[in-house]
């Protein structure tokens, strides 16, 4: 191969990184998506031209590699620790003590930098080459998660200096706005939402599929070097320079202090200025600078002596934890809730407050009598953030979820992968009332009028059982009812009758099949036409949809492929709920079935009727760019459509790549 091509694929790569590094880095980007994507395409085209070139840390390895089995252990060449807290200024003090009777005189300098809210990662660069990523695990021991380290685009595969060995320290974070991103998406498809950033954080760097993890656009900030050969640091600050001189994020915002009223001074500005950044943190950590310092001081088994943290007071109001319940979902899911005494948050009161799962329980050590922190999430649902330790009384006991469900006594599985523990009993009455509040509400049939307190006397009263028990309502049984009259017994059943005329994706949808949300709901809809259709497809033909994987299609055969399934859909139609729709074509047939598009900045035709000729194609036009998105056409002057695109690794099309497409699939322009 000649030396020209090896120069280029060089050059393209220095100048990826060098962009990358801009955009994910420093957050000024030179170039535009479309010009990136240009580059690495091009990078692309080469290496697969001439695979002998491909190196691991080609900007191009990011995609991420084949799902792997396990996450095999790997041993820390030196344990990863934990911090010791403290928690005002007196306790700083108390730290800085220590540390003055453990050296005999004033250590020459601190460093105070900010307490990310993430999970902590190991990087090992062998001859300049990211080898290996390895989580904290029990901090002797941790997982290799190399694969979904190399998606991280703020850490670099390859450090300018080809020095032999360099480990570096930092923090997995899921920046805010991402996180909210994520749980909309997985609101949409059915999935159970994460409690917090770092809870998906945690959760995604340990994920088995590579491109999975890509696609949560994890972040990461470097926060210390503790290996190190071929070159030498005689400062923790060196190190930070270093870091990122070398191009990684560096905890932002780090700082020099002299004296520990200078700490002070960066715990105060950084607390006022905590809402405003882009990513949670839970507190600041103060650092001896002099590494020789630090050496001398040395660590307990748990902490290192020579850094602690300051925790800021969680956000929200203190109240008491009078006991805690467990919820079964409609999905079986497992949810403790603690019953708190009543507090005016945010202008309402609140008197329970969700604990996620067992995870966050055991993570937060919340106890029946705590005194705990109770906020609203960015969802405004209210959440216990953490436990005074102060406020707990003697005698209390951890928290133990219940192995058996609370409503029905079956014992309860946790399924491989996942943090929720479930109900597996589909009979289980729980189960059924929140499948009944989902069916009839608006994310389901939407039949207004039959809120959860009536759906709640209707079962009560043995008048309803399955969702198809809702058509055999009849007006004057309703209007005998304690509290309702003829008025109202009239609209329920009328709205009920006219929910039979409503589109098959929303039955779909309504029945609270695992994973099944609007978006598949949608496509299996148009697909199969018939919820019979769709009940009788083997998993083969269900991931034959563009958009169905095997985890939904799986989940789909599951709920329909038992006698209790077959039984809803012949139920359903025999009370005339059974929404058809006109199924389209096979993906074979339609040359753009499958794909969908969304269209963003002014193209040389006006955009629906481009819109009009990828839909003739088959094809559908969304506003939306998200996961499932095929192609971003971009025109002119395209906006933010474009960078949401671009976050989420989705294709982007100019107009002559648009056609060049359309010719291909013989769709004509
Ligand atoms: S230094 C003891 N610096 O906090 C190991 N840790 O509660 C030295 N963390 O496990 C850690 N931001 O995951 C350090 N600027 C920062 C940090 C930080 C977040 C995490 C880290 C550690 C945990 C301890």
């Known amino acids: 191969m000649s030396d020209a091509v090896r120069a280029r694929v060089e050059a393209l790569r220095r100048e990826i990184r060098r962009h990358e590094h801009l955009y994910y880095v420093v957050a000024k980007p030179e170039i535009g998506d479309l010009e990136f994507d240009r580059l690495l395409r091009e990078l692309r085209a080469l290496e697969e031209a001439h695979p002998d070139l491909v190196t691991r840390d080609s900007p191009t390895q990011r995609v991420g590699g084949a799902p792997v089995a396990d996450l095999p252990q790997v041993r820390h060449a030196a344990p990863m620790l934990s911090l010791d807290n403290s928690y005002n200024e007196g306790e700083l003090e108390e730290w800085l003590g220590r540390v003055r009777r453990g050296l005999g005189r004033e250590p020459s300098g601190l460093v105070a930098e900010l307490k990310i809210d993430g999970v902590s990662l190991s990087l090992t660069y062998e001859r300049g080459v990211l080898a290996r990523a390895v989580t904290r695990g029990n901090g002797e021991v ?16 390859a450090l300018p200096d080809a020095l032999p060995l360099v480990e570096v320290r930092g923090e997995v ?4 706005e991402v996180f909210k991103g994520l749980n909309r998406a997985r609101k949409e498809e059915g999935e159970d939402p994460f409690a917090n950033p770092r809870n998906a954080a ?11 993890c890509g696609r949560r656009r994890l972040a990461f900030f470097a926060y210390q070097v503790p290996r190190w050969e071929g070159t030498s640091f005689a400062r923790h600050s060196e190190a930070l320079e270093r ?24 715990i105060a500005e950084w607390g006022a200025r905590r809402a405003d950044l882009p990513f949670d943190i839970d507190g600041a950590v103060v650092k001896l600078d002099d590494l020789e310092e630090q050496r001398l001081v040395g660590a307990t088994a748990k902490f290192p002596r020579w850094a602690v943290a300051y925790k800021y007071p969680p956000p929200g109001e203190r109240t008491r934890v009078r006991g805690i319940v467990v919820q079964v979902g409609r999905t079986g899911a497992l949810t403790p809730v603690a019953e708190l005494e009543p507090v005016l948050l945010a202008g309402s009161t609140v008197a329970r407050a969700t604990l996620h799962n067992a995870d966050e329980v055991a993570r937060l050590d919340v106890r029946v009598g705590d005194v705990v922190w109770v906020a609203k999430g960015g969802d405004v649902i209210p959440k216990v953030v953490a436990v005074d330790p102060e406020g707990r009384g003697p ?39 929140q499948r009944l509040f989902h069916f009839v509400a608006r994310a389901g049939m939407d039949i207004e009028g039959l809120g959860k307190r009536l759906v709640e006397q209707l079962l009560n009263e043995g008048l309803v059982g399955d969702p198809a028990s809702l058509w055999d309502l009849d007006r004057e049984r309703l209007a005998a009812l304690p509290h309702w009259g003829e008025t109202s017994a009239e609209n329920v059943v009328n709205e009920i009758a006219a929910a039979r005329t409503r589109p098959l994706w929303r039955l779909l949808a309504a029945l609270g099949i695992r994973h099944v949300g609007e978006r598949a709901a949608k496509v299996l809809a148009s697909r199969f036409g018939s919820l019979a259709a769709i009940a009788g497809a083997a998993a083969g033909e269900l991931e034959q949809v563009e958009g169905i994987g095997p985890v939904i299609a799986a989940s789909v055969v599951a709920f329909f492929g038992d006698e209790e399934g077959a039984a809803l859909v012949r139920r359903l139609r025999e009370r005339g709920v059974d929404p058809h729709e006109e199924a389209a074509p096979a993906a074979a047939r339609a040359p753009l079935a499958g794909l969908t598009f969304v269209l963003t900045g002014s193209l040389s035709r006006p955009r629906e009727d481009v819109a009009a000729m990828l839909e003739g194609g088959g094809a559908r036009v969304t506003d939306a760019v998200s996961r499932r998105t095929s192609y971003v056409v971009a025109g002119e002057d395209a906006g933010s459509k474009l960078a949401r695109a671009r976050d989420l690794s ?20």
């Open 142 to 157: 941790g997982e290799d998660v190399t694969g979904n380290a190399r998606t991280v685009r703020s850490l670099p595969l």
């Open 173 to 176: 974070y899921l920046p805010r």
């Open 202 to 212: 945690a959760g995604s760097i340990r994920l088995l599929d590579p491109r999975e």
């Open 243 to 266: 870091l990122a001189a070398w191009g990684f994020a560096v905890n932002p915002g780090w700082r020099r202090c002299a004296t520990m009223a200078e700490v002070h001074g960066f």
């Open 395 to 433: 005698g209390s006991e951890p928290f133990r979820m219940p192995e058996r469900c609370p409503a029905c006594a079956t014992p309860v599985v946790r399924e491989e992968g996942e943090v929720a523990l479930r109900c597996p009993n589909r009979e289980c009455p729980a189960v059924r009332r």
């Open 650 to 669: 989705v294709p982007v099309l100019d107009e002559v790549e648009l056609r060049r497409l359309l010719a291909e699939k013989g769709v004509e322009w």
